[in-house]
């Protein structure tokens, strides 16, 4: 039986020739990331609402 991904993508945008830009879900928690990466360099960081909160899809 094969396991659900745990991880998917929801939206991929770049943002110039080395740049991109990434919002993953995690399936368990329903928690939105955003990964950037531009050249050798990258971040994940929670996206957060307006109020702060972070983002939650289920």
Same mark, same amino acid.
């Given at each position: 039986?094969?396991? /659900?991904? &745990? =991880?998917?993508? /929801?939206?991929?945008? *770049?943002?110039?020739? %080395?740049?991109?830009?990434?919002?993953?879900? /995690? @399936?368990?928690? *329903?928690?939105?990331?955003? =990964?950037?990466?531009?050249?050798? *360099?990258? *971040?994940? %960081?929670?996206?957060? /609402?307006?109020?702060? @909160?972070?983002?939650? %899809? &289920?």
């Amino acid at each position: 039986m094969a396991k /659900d991904k &745990r =991880f998917t993508i /929801d939206e991929k945008n *770049g943002l110039g020739m %080395t740049t991109q830009a990434v919002v993953i879900v /995690d @399936n368990e928690t *329903g928690v939105n990331y955003l =990964f950037v990466k531009s050249g050798y *360099g990258a *971040g994940l %960081t929670p996206l957060l /609402d307006s109020k702060g @909160n972070v983002i939650i %899809t &289920r």
